[in-house]
């Protein structure tokens, strides 16, 4: 009797996959929010979206540091950009759940944005030395 067995690590296979599900809920989450359906995943899905889209922001922007560090303070980032937003909205008394959801996907957008740009330009600065 032959036996077939897959003897690869699974380890780094299944990241992108999850990574993919993560972004996936989180979009889920924020259009729940914005468009104010009544579902109950929309409380969860809300959640990880006001984690994850400022940590993957500021992750992204932290690039140079050390593979254990910029995670933990990715999420300490976004927790504390979370309560700023919240607090600030407080204050000028205009807080609502789709308006925090908004300025948090915009600021989370700031912090993108900027960080995708340097990188294009970098790429393009060693195409450019390599001709």
Do not use: K
């Amino acid at each position: 009797m032959h036996t077939i067995t897959d003897n690869r690590p699974a380890s780094g296979d299944s990241l992108p996959l999850i990574t993919g599900a993560a972004v996936g809920i989180a979009g889920l989450g924020a259009t729940l929010a914005l468009a104010d359906v009544h579902s109950p995943l929309r409380a969860p899905f809300t959640l990880l979206f006001l984690l994850a889209a400022p940590a993957l922001a500021i992750g992204s922007a932290l690039r140079g540091l050390d593979a254990l560090i910029r995670p933990v303070l990715a999420v300490a980032g976004a927790l504390a950009l979370d309560l700023l937003v919240a607090e600030a909205m407080l204050a000028l008394r205009m807080w609502s759940a789709r308006g925090g959801v908004a300025a948090v996907g915009a600021v989370s957008l700031l912090i993108l944005v900027p960080t995708l740009l340097s990188r294009v330009a970098r790429r393009r600065r060693m195409l450019r030395r390599q001709d």
